[in-house]
């Protein structure tokens, strides 16, 4: 929030303007803010603290674990955050809707440390809007020890020999996704017949679902809550690091969703100034490098890449191999199918 003054009628300046050499009082500056809506453990304590120590900013950071939630706190007009991390499809619709600025480019250093891989993808073309964070893929984490073999497909989340075992998203499109993939199909398939008996899958394996979590999905693998989990790489390289062999993480066979979350700035933000300030500090190299090393998650800053943890640039749950990229898609926006999967997926977590 920008220092502001407060304003007096024209009549008392003048009075207090004849006091011999008496200072006007300057009001006091409000510390600026920076408002963060920010995907659940997604931003090291250290690196938030070691911003607001630089920079005098105090920040606020709200969580959330679906692009639906932020797509519908945005929409209310009543959000007030000055950054936000969406997904790739996601990105798209909050384009299209006008709840995120046009970046300018002129007030940021840092742009040209991104991996062009990332950058100037069809959900936003010439990075207009966005900044890629950070990227990875969706999968199946599985403990090695409850499992018949090794799993290598997505019909492990369907297989009745681990009922009440398994762990789904509780996200739409990465479910629907299974399914899709199963059946050789895209996972941006937008004919409403093959979207309704996807729905009629997910209600049938229903019955063998433990819980549908987005949050919580590796810490509930590592604790044995559940034995075989759907749920995005890097928390669960994470939790197979530390599981001494026990746990494992496997993009399927049949191909999955290679994800990229990008900083935006929404419209509705009111601290701007500080919203690239912000935008800035994680552009730099080491800053990238800390972020990937307390989230587990890849990063798209080529700079940073020599600064991070041997074992995690090493690590192809984090880093795939090009072989694993090359059969992973992006989520695409529908447009008005989007809203046949909602109601789908309603219906689906409704179902008994």
Same mark, same amino acid.
Request: cysteine-free.
């Given at each position: 929030m920008k220092p502001w003054i407060l304003s007096a009628p024209l009549g008392l300046l003048l009075l207090a303007g004849c006091g011999a050499g008496e200072k006007a009082a300057e009001a006091p500056k409000e510390p600026r803010q920076l408002n963060i809506y920010i995907w659940t453990n997604y931003l090291p304590q250290d690196v938030l603290a070691d911003f607001e120590k630089r920079t005098g900013i105090k920040t606020r950071v709200d969580t959330y674990d679906s692009n639906e939630t932020i797509l519908a706190k945005l929409q209310s007009g009543v959000a007030d955050y000055d950054i936000a991390v969406p997904s790739d499809y996601m990105l798209k619709a909050l384009i299209s809707e006008n709840l995120v600025r046009e970046l300018d480019r002129s007030r940021l250093q840092g742009f040209e440390n991104l991996d062009p891989r990332f950058l100037n993808q069809k959900f936003d073309p010439e990075n207009r809007h966005s900044i890629p964070y950070v990227?990875?893929?969706?999968?199946?984490?599985?403990?090695?020890?409850?499992?018949?073999?090794?799993?290598?497909?997505?019909?492990?989340?369907?297989?009745?020999?681990?009922?009440?075992?398994?762990?789904?998203?509780?996200?739409?499109?990465?479910?629907?996704?299974?399914?899709? %993939?199963?059946?050789?199909?895209?996972? !941006?398939?937008? #004919?409403? @017949?093959? =979207?309704?008996?996807?729905?009629? /899958?997910?209600?049938?394996? %229903?019955?063998?679902?433990?819980?549908? !979590?987005?949050? #919580?999905? @590796?810490? =509930?693998?590592?604790?044995?809550? /559940?034995?075989?989990?759907?749920?995005?790489?890097?928390?669960?390289?994470?939790?197979?690091?530390?599981?001494?062999?026990?746990?494992?993480?496997? /993009?399927?066979?049949?191909?999955?969703?290679?994800?990229?979350?990008?900083?935006?700035?929404?419209?509705?933000?009111?601290?701007?100034?500080?919203?690239?300030?912000?935008?800035?500090?994680?552009?730099?190299?080491?800053?990238?490098?800390?972020?990937?090393?307390?989230?587990?998650?890849?990063?798209?800053?080529?700079?940073?890449?020599?600064?991070?943890?041997?074992?995690?640039?090493?690590?192809?749950?984090?880093?795939?191999?090009?072989e694993v990229l090359d059969r992973c898609e992006l989520l695409e926006d529908l447009g008005p199918t989007t809203e046949l999967i909602d109601e789908l997926w309603t219906e689906i977590k409704a179902a008994s």
């Open positions: 990227w990875g893929t969706a999968g199946i984490g599985y403990d090695t020890t409850k499992v018949a073999a090794p799993i290598d497909s997505w019909g492990a989340l369907f297989d009745p020999r681990y009922k009440g075992r398994i762990l789904m998203l509780d996200d739409a499109r990465e479910a629907f996704g299974t399914v899709l %993939k199963l059946q050789g199909k895209s996972l !941006n398939e937008t #004919d409403p @017949a093959v =979207l309704r008996q996807v729905a009629e /899958v997910l209600k049938k394996q %229903k019955a063998l679902v433990r819980t549908y !979590n987005s949050s #919580d999905f @590796a810490n =509930l693998l590592t604790a044995g809550d /559940v034995d075989v989990a759907h749920g995005w790489n890097g928390e669960m390289a994470e939790a197979v690091a530390s599981s001494k062999g026990k746990l494992a993480y496997v /993009v399927p066979k049949e191909g999955g969703t290679l994800w990229i979350d990008s900083v935006v700035l929404p419209t509705s933000g009111r601290n701007t100034d500080a919203a690239y300030e912000f935008l800035r500090f994680v552009l730099e190299p080491e800053i990238a490098a800390r972020i990937v090393n307390g989230i587990h998650y890849a990063g798209a800053n080529r700079a940073a890449l020599p600064k991070i943890d041997e074992a995690i640039r090493n690590d192809p749950a984090i880093y795939p191999p090009q």
